[in-house]
T-cell receptor, first 108, second 115 residues
Framework: GQSLEQPSEVTAVEGAIVQINCTYQTSGFYGLSWYQQHDGGAPTFLSYNALDGLEETGRFSSFLSRSDSYGYLLLQELQMKDSASYFCAVRDLNKFYFGSGTKLNVKP | DTGVSQDPRHKITKRGQNVTFRCDPISEHNRLYWYRQTLGQGPEFLTYFQNEAQLEKSRLLSDRFSAERPKGSFSTLEIQRTEQGDSAMYLC?????????????FGPGTRLTVL
């Protein structure tokens, strides 16, 4: 079967750095994506890794290790507006599997 | 605004009734996806279209669910004989094959409540 594991909740203070891990087990793998979803909103794309290594986009970075079936999302200089749920998602050819999400609480 | 749109935004129905949702993707996008999301969970893949062809369908989709994308533009998702367990947010997303980041753009969703 397919499974994606990520922590259910993380709390951090404004200005800090937080890392959200994702381990996956899928029959096929074409890439790992990260999405942000605020309460009541739609998921929005943050980053994508198809190959091993680090991808940086502003305050957000994402890392992938295909040999370890592992990735993480790194959020730097946390802001209150970063309080949201974060989902990792694996593409398996034409299917996409999402984790159950990590709720990030940013405190002042 | 040229983002993904979904209609209706909310639907309340009685158990056993049929419902149909519509999704209008971003105009230049040829890929379209349907997901279901329940509270506290991630989106659950339902089906995928490339142009008008339905290339993938989750086995989670029972015979009561069907999706179409007749002209490769908008798509509809129909649920027949609704059950209380069908209550969820139904999300549509679109993307295009020319991208290298697999970015999916999500619509606001249709919230279904089955009484």
């Amino acid at each position: 079967g397919q499974s994606l594991e990520q922590p259910s909740e993380v709390t951090a203070v404004e200005g800090a750095i937080v890392q959200i891990n994702c381990t996956y087990q899928t029959s096929g793998f074409y890439g790992l994506s990260w999405y942000q979803q605020h309460d009541g909103g739609a998921p929005t794309f943050l980053s994508y890794n198809a190959l091993d290594g680090l991808e940086e986009t502003g305050r957000f970075s994402s890392f992938l290790s295909r040999s370890d079936s592992y990735g993480y999302l790194l959020l730097q200089e946390l802001q209150m507006k970063d309080s949201a749920s974060y989902f990792c998602a694996v593409r398996d050819l034409n299917k996409f599997y999402f984790g159950s999400g990590t709720k990030l609480n940013v405190k002042p | 605004d040229t983002g993904v749109s979904q209609d209706p935004r909310h639907k309340i129905t009685k158990r056993g009734q049929n419902v149909t949702f519509r999704c209008d993707p971003i105009s230049e996008h040829n890929r379209l996806y349907w997901y279901r999301q329940t509270l506290g969970q991630g989106p659950e893949f339902l089906t995928y279209f490339q142009n008008e062809a339905q290339l993938e369908k989750s086995r989670l989709l029972s015979d009561r669910f069907s999706a179409e994308r007749p002209k490769g533009s908008f798509s509809t998702l129909e649920i027949q004989r609704t059950e209380q367990g069908d209550s969820a947010m139904y999300l549509c997303a679109s993307s295009w094959t020319g991208g290298d980041t697999d970015t999916q753009y999500f619509g606001p969703g249709t919230r279904l409540t089955v009484l």
